[in-house]
């Protein structure tokens, strides 16, 4: 019963294929994705959200959200004590009112919008990392992020670049521990939102759920990358491999 639920309906590129296909090219995404987080601080809705939505548009952005709950959690209990609770404090709030606009975008856009906006979305996020300016830490700045967070986590589940790049110079156990409650505490919010305001079927739910191992894999992977390899080299791996995906899902949205 449950597998017919995985297998992706025919607004996806896939079709009709075997759901197998389905869940190992998504647990795959969503394996980097975690592990690439776990290293860095940001990275599961990044890689995992244009694959989804690239595979199925209409699991988008709900899927995501549930399978992204896990993460932060994890990441909590092992570095709890670097939050920076006065950002936290700033930015949280702020997520509100992004949060009603995400929710109005998932129910007023189609999946194929929805997945250019991921797209757009993505490459806005690599542009900025590229680019790298710097906005101090200020009360206005975490306001601000907030805000765009909310709206950007909601609507497509990539919520994570506007927090980041305000706490992109500080040291990375800094920068993991306040995104994962930035991400945790979000996630909540806009996944309650997204309920009330109906756009989470059983289907979404079951496919979200059904990620969750593959997050756990990728949380336990990253924790061993992040001792091994250089974190500025992933990082620049990570830009690369979601602006191909990035750039394959406006493909899909505007021309096909």
């Known amino acids: 019963m449950y597998t017919d639920l995985l297998e992706p309906v025919s607004a996806g590129p896939l079709g009709a294929a075997d759901t197998w296909v389905f869940v190992v090219l998504a ?4 394996l980097a994705g975690a592990a690439v987080q776990s290293t860095v601080g940001l990275g599961l809705g990044l890689v995992a959200a244009p694959v989804i ?7 988008m952005p709900g899927a995501m959200l549930i399978a992204a709950v896990l993460l932060p959690v994890l990441t909590l209990v092992q570095e709890w004590k670097h939050v920076d609770w006065r950002g936290v404090a700033w930015g949280l709030p702020a997520r509100l009112p992004g949060t009603l606009a995400g929710v109005w975008v998932v ?3 189609q999946p194929r919008a929805l997945a250019g906006l991921v797209g757009v979305m993505v490459l806005t996020a690599v542009v900025l990392s590229v680019w790298s300016f710097r906005v101090r830490l200020t009360p ?7 805000c765009l967070s909310g709206f950007a986590g ?3 589940s990539v919520g994570g670049p506007p927090m980041a790049l305000l706490y992109q110079y500080e040291p990375p156990s800094r920068v993991r521990a306040t995104l994962a409650a930035f991400f945790l505490f979000g996630a909540s919010v806009s996944l309650a939102a997204l309920g009330a305001g109906g756009q989470l079927d059983a289907r979404t739910v079951v496919v979200g759920v059904a990620a969750l191992p593959f997050v756990g894999a990728g949380f336990a992977l990253g924790n061993v990358v992040r001792r091994r390899i250089d974190g500025a080299r992933l990082r620049v791996a990570m830009l690369c491999v979601v602006t191909v995906s990035a750039i394959g899902l406006l493909g899909q949205a505007f021309l096909g």
């Open 107 to 109: 129910a007023t856009l």
């Open 27 to 30: 647990g795959t995404a969503v």
């Open 53 to 59: 939505s690239f595979l199925d548009p209409t699991l």
């Open 154 to 156: 909601t609507a497509t």
């Open 140 to 146: 206005g700045s975490l306001v601000v992020a907030g």
